[in-house]
């Protein structure tokens, strides 16, 4: 069974920073693109960054330079490292994986960030 | 960044009752538009890609149509479990982005 499950979420204060994981089972992970979205109460879906098998990167203008996404192949892993965090960065974050030809599936249960003093 | 626009932001229907739901984008995404279902306390799930075709699993009462900035989904007939959310999602270019989603409520 393809599985994706996160870790990692908490509470943290304005500022700080905080490394989500995503670890995956059932599937070859280092064949596929993967992404990380959240959700939050005020904007919805957002998607927040994605890499592709030769480890190129992607980022909207929202997260540029503050959220790095990695991957660890030998361990099935996915990593969003959040740095300098905002308020409005809190929600659920969810990692996907690109499923070719077009569309994320499946995508884990989520891990909450919540960022707050 | 491309603007998708989902409309109507709720539709409430009785079971049984066909479903039409419309995502708009700001400029072409040609047919690189996927839709997902969310129910609450999940995770979104694939529904629709590339416009028009049915993920694996998916029920044949989903139909997605369009291209270029229309867009729509369609349930024939809404079964007691499709009542959810649904976000309509491109991939043409970079960023990524995401509808604001439509609300399927029972009448």
């Known amino acids: 069974e393809v599985q994706l499950v996160e870790s990692g979420g908490g509470l943290v204060q304005p500022g700080g920073s905080l490394r989500l994981s995503c670890a995956a089972s059932g599937f070859t992970f280092s064949t596929y693109e993967m992404h990380w979205v959240r959700q939050t109460t005020g904007k919805g879906l957002e998607w927040v960054s994605g890499i592709s098998t030769d480890g190129d990167t992607y980022y909207p203008d929202s997260v540029k330079g503050r959220f790095t996404i990695s991957r660890e192949n030998a361990k099935n892993s996915l990593y969003l490292q959040m740095n300098s965090l905002r308020a409005e960065d809190t929600g659920v974050y969810f990692c996907a994986r690109d499923e070719p030809p077009g569309g994320f599936n499946p995508w884990g249960r989520g891990t909450l960030v919540t960022v707050s003093s | 960044e491309i603007v998708l626009t989902q409309s109507p932001a709720t539709l409430s229907l009785s079971p049984g009752e066909r479903a039409t739901l419309s995502c708009r984008a700001s400029q072409s995404v040609r047919s690189y538009l996927a839709w997902y279902q969310q129910r609450p306390g999940q995770a979104p799930r694939l529904l629709i890609y590339?416009?028009?075709n049915r993920a694996t699993g998916i029920p044949d009462r989903f139909s997605g149509s369009g291209s270029g900035t229309d867009f729509t989904l369609t349930i024939s007939s809404l079964e007691p479990e499709d009542f959810a959310v649904y976000y309509c999602?491109?991939?043409?270019?970079?960023?990524?982005?995401f509808g604001q989603g439509t609300k399927v409520e029972i009448k």
């Open positions: 999602q491109h991939r043409r270019s970079w960023p990524l982005t």
């Open positions: 590339d416009a028009s």
